[in-house]
Nanobody, 117 residues
Framework: QVQLVESGGGLVQPGGSLGLSCAAS????????MGWYRQAPGKQRELVAT???????NYADSVKGRFTISRDNAKRTVYLQMNSLKPEDTAVYYC???????????WGQGTQVTVSS
């Protein structure tokens, strides 16, 4: 059974930083494309960043230069470091894993990030 468990969400002031983690189990982590998505109230879920098994990254324009996605295959964990946070970054952040060869994807349960003074 594949599980993705996020941690690290919380409340932060504008301009602050926050780091998210997502630990995977039940699947071969190193072959997965990992990603972070977010969904704000009343809005559709949107891509934040992805990181392939080969190390290629992709970021939403809104977070480029502020967010960094990384992974530790030995720990089966993907990270999202968020700096210079803005109120519009407030959302539930979801971890995503894609097994490209089989066309399967998996989601975590989400973690709330609130940017407010």
């Amino acid at each position: 059974q594949v599980q993705l468990v996020e941690s690290g969400g919380g409340l932060v002031q504008p301009g602050g930083s926050l780091g998210l983690s997502c630990a995977a189990s039940g699947i071969i982590f190193s072959i997965l494309t990992m990603g972070w998505y977010r969904q704000a109230p009343g809005k559709q879920r949107e891509l934040v960043a992805t990181l392939t098994s080969e190390g290629r990254t992709n970021y939403a324009d809104s977070v480029k230069g502020r967010f960094t996605i990384s992974r530790d295959n030995a720990k089966r964990t993907v990270y999202l470091q968020m700096n210079s946070l803005k109120p519009e970054d407030t959302a539930v952040y979801y971890c995503n894993a894609v097994w490209v060869v089989l066309g399967r994807q998996y989601w975590g349960q989400g973690t709330q990030v609130t940017v407010s003074s």
